[in-house]
T-cell receptor
Framework: DAKTTQPPSMDCAEGRAANLPCNHS???????VYWYRQIHSQGPQYIIH?????ETNEMASLIITEDRKSSTLILPHATLRDTAVYYC?????????????WGLGTSLAVNP | DTAVSQTPKYLVTQMGNDKSIKCEQN?????MYWYKQDSKKFLKIMFS???????INETVPNRFSPKSPDKAHLNLHINSLELGDSAVYFC?????????????FGNGTRLTVT
């Protein structure tokens, strides 16, 4: 019952921008979009999140469409170490009850 | 100075045994979680504790019992282990309540039941 859909895999050349799409057409007005990544055999690592506005940090940029039905994670200059599974997740709050529903993510391969 | 640390990293045991996994966070967070990642790589929440109180229990068999002695620790005890319990178990923490603080995960415990 994941609330987001992502392509199962993508390739990117080293040094180029990686643009990872995510559809979340059923997202509610109070649901944040979170991005995590999981490098093989490690725990998921937080990348970025947003509600309505585009966001940027030292790792990536997040572009959210105006209708909030989709978003794109941008890694501006992908490196080999960015090879990982990237998860786009909608987070719902009900007081202290935070639920992240994870899908299968996008397996990004950065090629030399 | 690992933020969220789990022990052991690997755990191999036989069916019917009882085992525990420990988790500690040094981030000062007030909410901790246990997640299970199965062979298909789905991550599913099992439990969530806020200030030592259970707030999420996602239809997990009662053979699984979390224990939070203080808000920096959340341990997972599993009784009568079954083959289907084989998975990677991740502990995580966040600053709960209002706001939107992200989860910080440990590096997982790979449990293999034979």
């Amino acid at each position: 019952d994941a609330k987001t859909t992502q392509p199962p895999s993508m390739d990117c050349a080293e040094g180029r921008a990686a643009n990872l799409p995510c559809n979340h057409s059923t997202i509610s007005g109070n649901e944040y979009v979170y991005w995590y990544r999981q490098i093989h055999s490690q725990g998921p690592q937080y990348i970025i999140h947003g509600l309505k506005n585009n966001e940027t940090n030292e790792m990536a940029s997040l572009i959210i469409t105006e209708d909030r039905k989709s978003s794109t994670l941008i890694l501006p200059h992908a490196t080999l170490r960015d090879t990982a599974v990237y998860y786009c997740i909608a987070l719902f709050y009900a007081g202290n009850n935070r639920k992240l529903i994870w899908g299968l993510g996008t397996s990004l391969a950065v090629n030399p | 100075d690992t933020a969220v640390s789990q022990t052991p990293k690997y755990l191999v045991t036989q069916m019917g045994n009882d085992k525990s996994i420990k988790c500690e966070q040094n981030l000062g967070h007030d909410t901790m979680y246990w997640y299970k990642q199965d062979s298909k790589k789905f991550l599913k929440i099992m439990f969530s504790y806020n200030n030592k109180e259970l707030i999420i229990n996602e239809t997990v068999p009662n053979r699984f019992s979390p224990k939070s002695p203080d808000k920096a620790h959340l341990n997972l005890h599993i009784n009568s282990l079954e083959l289907g319990d084989s998975a990677v178990y991740f502990c995580a923490s966040s600053q709960g309540g209002q706001g939107d603080s992200p989860l910080h995960f440990g590096n997982g415990t790979r449990l293999t039941v034979t």
